[in-house]
């Protein structure tokens, strides 16, 4: 009988040893514990055993249970921490993957990536990229551009005026200019930067200056308050007005194809002289003024051309405004000034400037 019980004993506790999960454990539980296991009956059929037998028969039995009831136990402990651990692992969350759907990237503004292209382009030639203050003396926006008060030509540029007294003290007085209701303005061009530029470095000098500019305007679909240009500045030795043409020649040719020419036409700025405006051939009829159908081009008026931008040769008197003085005898120099946006709008078809400020995700996507 203790033979039969240890032999019980072994194989139930080889059995709960190998138990792969809960459910074949309970099942073992029934088998070796249960109401109509061979243990329980043994031990119920204690009081028909001899009575030298009972006392070495309950006690090993009654050890065999206790024995395997702590197995099982212990077993059923393992399994369940084996059994959280393994979820745990399968449904491990890594917060540094990407969630899901993933999150589009987004991508730079059209007119950030116009300004990059324009900016390459005269990188490409030797040009030093240089950025100027926004809100700008009425010296530099205007009187050394040559246009004195009073000048009629202030007016043509609707102005953003700045109540000196709300300025730092260092911005009113940066160049011992008078302060004055008048004196100071969000600026109407990148193109005071000319100015400043010379007065920063000395010849030769090739910079391009991209920035915002402002000017009292009411919105429609060609004109905001707020818009963007590129001002280019070349000033050496021997700088002519064909310097000036095959410069811009380059770069439209770099920003609209290789295959378009430019034109120059006489123009007035007060601050070159002489000036010009400088056109390319049409993009959209090739220069003909005609699209393929015979009828008249929308896009160039039927001219075959389009005006990209202003420039001209530094005018004798903006020298004489530099500080510390650049001799208008020696100096020569053109300058150039486009806006990104009109840029922007020529080489992608986009009709109206409003859509740049409107946010819609729309528009902005088709330029990723
Ligand atoms: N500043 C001019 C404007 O805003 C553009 C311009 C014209 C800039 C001729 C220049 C230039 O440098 O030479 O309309």
Known sequence: ???????????????????????????????????????TRLLRGIAELEPAERGPVGAAANAARAALEGELAARRERLEAAEIEGSLAAEA?????????????????????????????????????MEGPEVE????????????PGHPARQAQDSFYIDPETLPEAVVNE????????DVLLRTHTSPMQVRGMEAQRPPLFIVVPGAA??????????LPMFHQVEGLAVAEGISLADLAGTLDHAAKALFGPERRTRLKPDYF????PS???????????????LAGGERDPLCKGTGWIEILGAGMVDPNVFGFVEDGYDPETTQGFAFGMGIERIAMLKHGIPDLRLFVESDVRFLEQFA
């Open 1 to 39: 009988m203790l033979k039969r019980i240890e032999s019980l004993r072994a194989e139930a506790s080889a059995a709960i040893a190998a138990a792969p999960d809960a459910v074949a454990l309970e099942e073992l539980r029934v088998r070796h514990l249960g109401r109509k296991s061979e243990l």
């Open 175 to 182: 160049r011992g200019l008078p302060p004055g209701p008048t």
């Open 276 to 290: 010009v405006q400088v056109d390319v051939s049409c993009f959209a009829c090739d220069g003909s003024g005609r």
């Open 137 to 148: 003396h009425d010296f530099y926006n205007f009187t050394a551009l040559n246009h004195p």
């Open 214 to 223: 402002y000017r009292r305007d009411t919105i429609d679909a060609t004109h």
């Open 270 to 273: 007060p601050f070159t002289e």
């Open 93 to 129: 969350i890594d917060v540094t993957l990407p969630g899901t759907p993933p999150v589009a990237v987004g991508h730079l503004n059209l007119l950030t990536r116009t300004r990059r292209e324009i900016e390459d382009v005269f990188v490409g030639l030797g040009y030093r990229v």
